[in-house]
């Protein structure tokens, strides 16, 4: 579960084209909030715990217990300051040691990707840590004894995988709608454990979670467009001056 | 490190390593270094010539009837003993669905950083690759190098330009190996039923948003597509909210440049824009005055929908007699 920045809310400069990031509003990134759903709904079917994992170097209190409130069970937290200096390499590293720290498992479901940072290689990196099966762009999921099997979409297919557990899956939007906590699940929610480590805790050194890449900048894109108001008297006129626009500009015309 | 040497391209399907060859030629003679394709997959020896055509110094060839199909423990094996025996120092992959994934499992055998989605890809002064992506939901391009090799960059379809063909020499390489026993079973495939021809690939597109009223309105924007030879897209809430379509233009859905986008009843939030910012002309139709979409559009209409768009069909028609 990320604690992603929250991209409809974010500010641009537009003296720098830098965007404001520093406050800006956080939130459970969306795509793991359906992961957490199907987490929910396969312990409706079937029993079992929930377990979240977090990864943060800030404070995510907040996103943990909404979590909790959702449906699951027990928060864990890895809250360390060098965790800023990681990359997906690293997050991936530190959520294999917390999983294998905290011991068996039958399904880990997570986001396809991330509300802000988008890439979608956390879970695959993961998986190959753990050495266990993974199946991405899931867009259902159901578990049959000691297999899950998955549906997914590829560009020009969709595929029925079978995987046996313990197996990593990822998960799109489409998957399912998640549930809005009720006002008791709230209440109950902050009785329930939150587990905060640190990287000592894992035995995981700063240097070793050390950034594979390095991010040279972070600018809003350069929209260098016309932005021209086509208007006239009546729709016909406005409609032929645009007609005439799209003509020549040379994108379309005769052969 | 510094005994990594020559860039790499792979991606499972075939029209994507021809742009990732584009590219990676470009980035080759700026390197002064070799180029190579990883082809994979069964009874795909006759296309072997096509790629060092397409720009390739070598090809590394795995030819095997059981890699008919992708199969991820199969190619990710593969591509890291070839890697680890030939310390690349780039390693392009096509950004799909299986084949990003492929590119961290990759990236995480062999220690090394991956950078995804990469819709740039340049050498700075220091020799490293500089992969530049969207990200923050679309608010902004990051600009990303490496602090290690392999430096294993992911490319989406059609970012770069199919190259054209050339008269030119180059290397097989056969190979032979044991492949890795696979840790998913696909159980079932069905094919996707897209009556046209994919949205990526279309020159122009006419797409509709929440302006459109019901869904029988669609024919108004498939009407205007049919005059101009195009196809019609839309945006995510014509979706997931009113189910008329199955797929949508934007960030998360597909990303597109075509000559012309036509954008009917579209508010321009900036998921959307980060799916058309590539395309050549913008044009957007809306009723609201200060909808976004105006700032990111080259002409712009504030006006009803079901009054402009037939009319432009009409006088576009006219032009193009």
Known sequence: MKQAVDVSQLKVDPATRQLVTAGAPKKMSDFDKNALEEAIRTKEKLGGEIITLTVSSEDAKAVLREGLALGADKAYWLNDPALQGTDTWGTAYVLAEMVKKIGEFDLILCGDSSLDSFSGLVGPRLSEMLNVPQ????????????????????????????????????????????????????????????????????????????????????????????????????????????????????????? | MSENKGIWVFSESYDLILELLGKGRELADKTKTELSAILIGN???????????????????????????????????????????????????????????????????????????????????????????????????????????????????????????????????KLDLQFESPKTEVIGRKPLTTSNVRIEEADYIVSGGRGLEKKDDIVLLEDLAKAIGGQVGCTRPLVEDRKWFTDWIGLSGHKVKPKLYIACGISGVIQHVAGIRDSKIIVAINKDPEAPIFEIADYGVVGNLYEVVPALKEELKKLLQ
């Open chain 2, 43 to 173: 009874n795909v020896q006759d296309k072997v010539a096509d790629l060092i055509k397409y720009g390739a110094d070598k090809v590394y060839i795995v030819d095997n009837p059981s890699l008919e199909r992708f199969q991820a423990e199969a190619y990710l094996g593969i591509l890291s003993n070839l890697a680890v025996a030939h310390h690349p120092e780039i390693i392009l992959i096509g950004s799909t669905r299986n084949g990003k994934p492929l590119a961290a499992r990759l990236a995480t055998r062999l220690d090394a950083g991956c950078v995804p989605d990469c819709a740039r890809l340049s050498i700075d002064e220091n020799g490293r690759l500089v992969g530049e992506r969207i990200t923050y939901g679309g608010n902004a391009f990051a600009r990303i190098t490496f602090k290690s090799k392999p430096q294993i960059a992911t490319v989406p379809a059609r970012a770069f330009d199919k190259p054209e063909k050339k008269d030119r020499t180059g290397q097989t390489v």
């Open chain 1, 135 to 255: 199946i991405t762009s899931v867009g259902k999921v159901t578990v049959e004894g000691d297999a899950v099997i998955a549906e997914r979409s590829l560009e020009d297919a969709s595929e029925t995988v079978k995987a046996k557990m313990p197996a990593l899956i990822s998960v799109t939007r489409e998957i399912n709608q998640p549930r809005i906590p009720s006002l008791m699940m709230i209440m109950k929610a902050s009785k329930k454990e939150i587990v905060a480590w640190s990287l000592k805790d894992l035995n995981v050194t700063a240097e070793k979670i050390g950034s594979r890449t390095e991010i040279i900048s972070v600018l809003a894109p350069k929209m260098d467009r016309k932005k021209i108001k086509v208007t006239g008297e009546s729709v016909q006129e406005i409609a032929g001056k645009l007609a005439k626009a799209i003509i020549q500009e040379g994108v379309i015309g005769r052969k």
